[in-house]
C-alpha cells in the first residue's frame, strides 16, 4: 500500500492514542505496574505519544502531521485551504477510534479488576474536574489556543530552520507543557478525535462494568477545541505568522 496524507493522518493518530490512553491506562487500572504513578507521568506519556505519532504520520505521507481536527481547522483558517479538512479530520476519527480499542485489548485482564466506571471512562475520555459548562468550555478553549500558537511559532518561517528537525519534539514538549498547567481542569483534550473517537469506542467496546459514556458531556470536547483552533487561526492569519 503507497503512503498518502490520509493514511499518515490515520496512523499518526493511531499511535497517538495508543500511546496517550495507553498512559491514562496505565495509571488508573488496578494491578498495572503503573497503577497510581500520577498526573506527571499522564503528561510525560502524553507528550511522547504526540512525538512519536508525529513522526508516524510523516512516515506514512501526512507532511502536516496535524492528529488533531483543532489543529486542521485552525491552519484551514489562518491560509484559507480547506482543501484537506474533511480527509483529515475523518482519518484523525477513524485513527483515534482505532487505537483506543487497541489500547483495550492490551490491558484486557484490568478492566474487571478495576472498580468504578468514572475510572474505565476516564482511560478513553476526559472529564471535568469541576463540571461548569462555561468553565470547562474556556479551559478547552484556551488550551487549544495555545496549542495553537505553539505549533504556529514552532514552525514559523521567523524562527528560521532550527526547528523543522527537531518539531515534533518541540510540539511534544508544547503538549506537556499544556498539560502541566492547563490541564488540571478538563484533562486537557485539546483535540476533538482524542476524545470523541475513543468515547465511541467505550460505548462499543464489551468492557465489564463500564457505565455510562457521558454523552452530555462528550459535545464539549469536540467544539470548545474547535472554537479555540478557529480563534487560534484568525490570529496566525491577522498577524501572518
Given amino acids: 500500500m503507497q503512503t498518502s496524507p ?4 490515520l496512523i499518526g493518530t493511531l ?6 490512553d495507553g498512559v491514562v491506562a496505565n495509571v488508573l487500572l488496578r494491578h498495572t505496574k ?12 502524553w507528550a511522547f505519544a504526540v512525538t512519536m505519532g508525529i513522526f508516524v504520520a510523516k512516515a506514512f505521507g501526512s507532511i502536516d502531521a496535524h492528529l488533531n481536527p483543532a489543529v486542521t481547522v485552525a491552519f ?19 485513527g483515534a477510534f482505532l487505537g483506543a480499542i487497541l489500547v483495550w485489548l492490551h490491558y484486557l485482564p484490568h478492566w474487571s479488576t478495576t472498580p468504578g466506571p468514572g475510572t474505565k471512562l476516564g482511560v478513553f475520555a476526559t472529564a471535568p474536574a469541576i463540571r461548569t459548562i462555561p468553565g470547562n468550555f474556556i479551559s478547552e478553549a484556551i488550551g487549544t489556543f495555545v496549542l495553537i500558537l505553539g505549533v504556529a511559532g514552532i514552525s514559523s518561517r521567523n524562527i528560521g530552520t532550527l526547528a523543522v528537525g527537531f518539531a515534533p519534539y518541540l510540539v511534544g514538549i508544547l ?9 488540571g481542569t478538563t484533562g486537557y483534550a485539546i483535540n476533538p478525535a482524542r476524545d470523541l473517537g475513543p468515547r465511541l469506542a467505550h460505548a462499543m467496546l464489551p468492557i465489564p462494568g463500564k457505565g455510562s459514556s ?17 480563534l487560534g487561526g484568525l490570529f496566525i492569519r491577522w498577524y501572518a505568522l
Fill in 76 to 94: 484551514a483558517v489562518a491560509t484559507g485551504d480547506f482543501t484537506n479538512v474533511l480527509s483529515y479530520v475523518t482519518a484523525q476519527l477513524i
Fill in 34 to 45: 503503573g497503577e497510581g504513578s500520577g498526573w506527571i507521568v499522564i503528561t510525560t506519556g
Fill in 15 to 20: 499511535v497517538l492514542l495508543i500511546l496517550g
Fill in 175 to 183: 503538549v506537556w507543557s499544556i498539560g502541566l498547567s492547563l490541564g
Fill in 214 to 230: 457521558d454523552w452530555g458531556y462528550a459535545w464539549l470536547p469536540v467544539v470548545a477545541p474547535i472554537v479555540g483552533g478557529i
Fill in 6 to 9: 490520509f493514511l499518515g493522518e
